[in-house]
């Protein structure tokens, strides 16, 4: 029955199966590669060091210290550190 | 400097070793000095699709045990004299490799050989990660098929930070897609992702598209790399390959469907 087949085709346009696999392949490829570019292992221990050395001279309260590892374009990495200071408040 | 190229996947059974096999012999044919190397250890199967099973006495993990020369484990082409071939070892010792001792050999093999071409194990695993880990180059074969295209996705994220040149933040690995299996009809009926899709997703440079040909399977009964068979559309394709890889810009082939004369397409067949 070719000759029905090519006008039953020709008339529903329906969502082929290769086009259904590229869909799902477009979100599978991009979730992944989003959890494979998390952050580096060492990244907390990396934070205590650096709160740690930090609060040897200022006090920086947990919520005013960020940090944060960025993928930039190419190979380009940039470790974002974010202190807020409020008044010169020395510990020592 | 010998140029290092694995042939990987992650998938298996996508054609890998037929890859090799052919990107090996044809890059010989062309008058360049070549070795092909199994990192399949525990699998060995490049010497059968090369033919060269029946003369292989020494190999890979001989040679890393002190238990053999480099010369004596490498088998010379029979049909092509700057070909070698240096085969997989049948231990089931998995640990056998490391980046120390691998680096040694592939060091030796980098004065006397102008490629060196890596057939990768499947997986994920230490053997597929001891074939990528010194490669300049990376031919990513990969079948239009759902599973495949996932499984070369990851190993391009492996190429990108597993690798010495990632190590050592070195350029980066030269990667390649080799789409194989492919079938012109099938994507023309909606069944099969296209090329297109395939470069749109993993967006790395295509060199090369294998059609599916049953002249693939004739040249592995024989121990002929497919590259041999001219008249077939793989061996055609194959050869395509191999100018792209040496720098030039050939169009691609067997994209399209064959066409139909009317009295099939209104009957069948």
Redesign the interface.
């Known amino acids: 029955m070719a000759l029905l087949d090519y006008f039953l085709r020709k008339k529903g346009k329906q969502v082929t199966t290769a086009s259904k696999a590229k869909e799902r392949l477009q979100i599978i490829v991009a979730h992944e590669r989003n959890s494979r570019n998390k952050q580096p292992d060492y990244l907390p221990e990396l934070t205590e060091d650096i709160l740690k050395v930090l609060r040897k001279y200022i006090e920086v309260s947990d919520e005013s210290f960020s940090i944060n590892l960025d993928k930039k374009e190419g190979d380009l990495n940039v470790l974002e550190l974010n202190i807020e200071l409020h008044d010169e408040r020395k510990v020592s | 400097m010998a140029r290092i190229i694995v042939v990987t996947s992650g998938k298996g059974g996508v054609g890998k070793t037929t890859s090799s096999a052919a990107i090996g012999l044809g890059l010989a044919l062309k008058g360049h000095k070549v070795v092909l190397i199994d990192f399949d250890i525990g699998l060995r199967n490049l010497d059968l699709i090369m033919g060269c099973e029946r003369r292989v006495v020494y190999d890979f993990v001989n040679v890393i045990n002190g238990e053999a020369t480099l010369n004596q484990a490498l088998i010379k082409d029979k049909r092509v004299s700057s070909l070698s071939i240096l085969p997989a070892s049948q231990t089931r010792d998995k640990d056998a490799l490391n980046k120390e001792n691998v680096g040694k050999v592939l060091e030796e093999l980098g004065k006397d050989y102008d490629f060196i071409v890596c057939d990768s194990p499947a997986g994920i695993e230490a053997g597929a990660m001891m074939a990528l880990y010194y490669a300049d180059e990376a031919v990513v074969t990969t079948n239009p098929?759902?599973s495949s295209?996932?499984d070369s996705?990851?190993i391009l994220?492996m190429l990108a930070?597993r690798s010495r040149r990632a190590e050592l933040?070195l350029e980066?690995i030269k990667e390649h897609l080799l789409l194989t299996r492919y079938s012109p009809k099938r994507?023309e009926?909606?069944?099969?992702?296209?090329v297109e899709?395939v470069e749109?997703?993993l967006s790395i440079p295509l060199l090369g598209v294998i059609p599916e040909s049953q002249a693939v399977l004739k040249a592995s009964n024989a121990g002929e790399p497919v590259i041999l068979d001219t008249e077939s559309d793989a061996g055609q394709a194959y050869q395509d390959v191999i100018e792209r890889l040496l720098g030039e810009t050939v169009d691609f082939r067997f994209l399209q469907a064959e066409k139909k004369g009317i009295f099939?397409?209104?009957?069948?067949?």
């Open positions: 098929e759902v295209v996932r996705d990851r994220g930070s933040g980066p994507v009926e909606g069944e099969m992702l296209s899709d749109d997703i099939s397409r209104l009957f069948g067949g």
